[in-house]
Nanobody, 127 residues
Framework: QVQLVESGGGLVQDGGSLRLSCAAS????????MGWFRQAPGKEREFVAA????????VYANSVKGRFTISRDYAKNTVYLQMNNLKPEDTALYYC????????????????????WGQGTQVTVSS
């Protein structure tokens, strides 16, 4: 089993920045990739960004390209999501997820591919 704990959410103004963290514990040797997803009220959970645990592959949703950066600290078993130039439409509950088995780059954005999920951290962007 892998446990995931997110932190770093909060309230920020339009154009501001936040950095989310996701600390993994347990059988982290099983992790192939980690991703960030978000869910706004009344909407489906959507993909934001993902990174292979080796750091060799990064994938972003079009809506966040150029504004968000995903990275990982292998020694700390932690994945980060640096979010710059935040917009009100980025307001959502942000979830961290971990995937055990390898997959293609094209499927790293599918929530069905992920095996473990955190509880989420709220990000609110005011206009």
């Amino acid at each position: 089993q892998v446990q995931l704990v997110e932190s770093g959410g909060g309230l920020v103004q339009d154009g501001g920045s936040l950095r989310l963290s996701c600390a993994a514990s347990g059988r982290t040797s099983r992790i192939y990739a980690m991703g960030w997803f978000r869910q706004a009220p009344g909407k489906e959970r959507e993909f934001v960004a993902a990174i292979t645990w080796s750091g060799g592959t990064l994938v972003y949703a079009n809506s966040v390209k150029g504004r968000f950066t995903i990275s990982r600290d292998y020694a700390k078993n932690t994945v980060y999501l640096q979010m710059n130039n935040l917009k009100p439409e980025d307001t959502a509950l942000y979830y961290c997820a971990a995937k055990e088995f390898s997959t293609t780059t094209q499927t790293m954005g599918l929530k069905s591919q992920y095996d473990y999920w955190g509880q989420g951290t709220q990000v609110t962007v005011s206009s």
